[in-house]
């Protein structure tokens, strides 16, 4: 009996830990990307020749890797002011080092031309997931990630 279940969790821990899904949580932003509204949460896999998104168990866009023409990466930072109030409410002083800090949140985008359909969109990344995220898709497309603060825009 020792044996059949040894057995048995020998087969079924490795079938566990490969089973989670290897992609990225998002949140949506825009794009071009149809029936999707700015704020939905979705996972971008990452796999061999493909970008996948996915919104819960449905697939809604599939980019080719090959396709890609452009990937830019950015931040937005804002200071935490909403939150600061709430808590100077009843703490004055830690409400007002609340006001100090800073929040950021990760962008990125990807535009593509597959054989004359063109399109783009751009995403929020956890910010734990932010780098690794970039660096799958330079290794999947051979793009290097521009960086659109240093970009400058002259009109």
């Given at each position: 009996?020792?044996?059949?279940f040894?057995?048995?969790?020998?087969?079924?821990?490795?079938?566990?830990?490969?089973a989670?899904?290897?992609?990225?949580?998002?949140?949506?932003?825009?794009?071009?990307?149809?029936?999707?509204?700015?704020?939905?949460?979705?996972?971008?896999?990452?796999?061999g020749t493909?970008?996948?998104?996915?919104?819960?168990?449905?697939?809604v866009?599939?980019?080719?890797a090959?396709?890609?023409?452009?990937?830019?990466?950015?931040?937005?930072?804002?200071?935490?002011?909403?939150?600061?109030?709430g808590?100077?409410?009843?703490?004055?002083?830690?409400?007002?080092?609340?006001a100090?800090?800073k929040?950021?949140?990760?962008?990125?985008?990807?535009?593509?031309?597959?054989?004359?359909?063109?399109?783009?969109f751009?995403?929020?990344?956890?910010?734990s997931d932010?780098?690794g995220?970039i660096?799958?898709?330079?290794?999947?497309?051979?793009?290097?990630?521009?960086?659109?603060?240093?970009?400058?825009?002259?009109?």
């Amino acid at each position: 009996m020792k044996k059949l279940f040894t057995l048995f969790l020998c087969l079924w821990f490795p079938l566990i830990a490969f089973a989670g899904d290897n992609g990225y949580k998002i949140i949506y932003d825009g794009g071009s990307v149809t029936d999707l509204k700015a704020g939905t949460n979705m996972r971008l896999i990452i796999d061999g020749t493909n970008i996948r998104i996915r919104k819960a168990d449905k697939e809604v866009a599939v980019v080719p890797a090959a396709a890609v023409t452009e990937i830019s990466y950015g931040q937005d930072v804002h200071r935490r002011v909403g939150a600061a109030i709430g808590v100077a409410v009843i703490s004055l002083g830690i409400g007002a080092l609340l006001a100090l800090t800073k929040s950021k949140k990760h962008f990125v985008g990807i535009t593509w031309d597959d054989n004359g359909k063109k399109g783009g969109f751009a995403f929020q990344a956890d910010k734990s997931d932010y780098r690794g995220l970039i660096a799958g898709l330079e290794g999947i497309t051979g793009k290097k990630a521009v960086n659109s603060d240093a970009m400058t825009v002259k009109n």
